[in-house]
């Protein structure tokens, strides 16, 4: 049976090639937030090719075959409008490092590889303190996060590296939990899992990154205020929780544990049809939340330029950053029906995708793992 069942569209695609099933669609999506792309795309597309296969992230054959099919590069297209090329790149590696990743947590989870695993968080960790003593680490997640880590550094100084580096280890932590609850099998609660999915989709990592993009590292009053809050959660709560409601067939044919639709089964006692209903009620009240929130940070923006250079430069900031708040909405949208990441129908094992190999993804082999020393690990 396919995983979700396409029928009749309720809503006119802007994509026409690009089939949304009914369970999936956001007519208001479709209808009010205009996809946009970067100019730089089609050079960061080939870009990121080559950057997977020097970083030894993919096997080469693999990248041949599905890099482009998998679309990472669109998304991040998608979300940083105005980026310099530089930065975009970096963020784009960022980004297809953290796919391979997860792919990497869910076969060392899988498998109980727990040594490796902890070895590899230690390596993460590490770079994030010292990213260029990592450059050359024998692991290539190790070495590509390095890498993405060093680009990004140089973006826009001290305060805003170590705001992202602290968001960041919180990242690998709460990765390192859900390791262990799939060791143990345990499924968290819709509320503990809400908090939990907050730091493994990187939050606040991705909100970081709209800073460089606007070329300006906004004050604390600013990112603190409740309505720039409210109105990047809302955009980021949307594109987890999506990406559930779109993943939910791929994890449990793996086994995974950590959905919001598997915990609403779990904890609430949802069928399967119920969870899809009830996250995609939760991903349509996002954007209604963002709208409204989006007009309280464009306000505060108006309040911003105060007639000074200083006050034009950071209202213009603030704008920057709420705009690419919005295009993440299409950008995610479209993304997971356009992605190879997402097509379980179509894997010979549902349970693995084709483009993921236990034997080839970390470079080095699985067996060789447990051989390898850390840069400055005691």
């Not at 784009?92 to 076969?107: E, I, P, Q």
């Not at 779990?266 to 119920?274: C, D, F, I, R, V």
């Amino acid at each position: 049976m396919p995983a979700y069942s396409f029928g009749t569209s309720p809503t006119q695609s802007q994509t026409p090639a690009v089939s949304v099933p009914p369970a999936l669609a956001l007519p208001v999506i479709e209808a009010d937030f205009p996809r946009r792309l970067h100019p730089y795309w089609p050079e960061l597309q080939e870009k990121s090719r080559t950057w997977l296969r020097e970083m030894r992230l993919m096997p080469a054959d693999k990248v041949e075959r599905y890099a482009d099919s998998l679309c990472y590069t669109d998304l991040v297209a998608g979300y940083y409008i105005g980026a310099p090329d530089e930065l975009l790149s970096a963020i784009a590696d960022l980004s297809s490092w953290f796919f391979a990743w997860d792919d990497r947590h869910d076969r060392d989870s899988v498998h109980g590889r727990a040594a490796q695993w902890r070895r590899l968080c230690r390596g993460l960790h590490e770079t994030l303190r010292a990213p260029r003593q990592q450059l050359n680490h024998r692991d290539p997640l190790v070495a590509g996060f390095a890498d993405c880590v060093l680009r990004l550094y140089s973006q826009l100084g001290p305060s805003w590296n170590a705001r992202f580096a602290r968001h960041f280890h919180s990242v690998i932590e709460a990765y390192d939990l859900e390791f262990r609850n799939r060791r143990t099998g345990t499924v968290p609660t819709v509320e503990a899992y809400i908090e939990l999915r907050r730091l493994t989709f990187a939050h606040w990592t991705w909100i970081d990154l709209l800073e460089p993009t606007a070329r300006h590292e906004l004050p604390q009053d600013v990112r603190k205020h409740p309505a720039y809050r409210r109105a990047a959660l809302a955009t980021q709560d949307f594109s987890a929780w999506y990406n559930d409601l779109c993943s939910l067939p791929k994890e449990l044919a793996g086994d995974e544990l950590h959905n919001l639709g598997i915990s609403l089964i779990q904890h609430e006692g949802l069928s399967l049809e119920e969870a899809v209903a009830e996250v995609h009620r939760r991903v349509t009240r996002c954007i209604s939340d963002f709208l409204a929130a989006e007009k309280e940070v464009l306000r505060l923006a108006g309040q911003l330029a105060d007639g000074s250079a200083y006050g034009k430069e950071l209202s213009d900031a603030v704008e920057s950053c709420v705009a690419n708040m919005r295009n993440w909405f299409s950008s995610v949208y479209w993304f997971h029906h356009e992605s190879g990441r997402y097509r379980v129908d179509s894997w010979d094992d549902r349970s693995i995708p084709p483009y993921v190999s236990d034997v080839e993804m970390n470079g080095a082999g699985i067996s060789d793992l447990a051989e390898i020393e850390l840069v400055g690990e005691e």
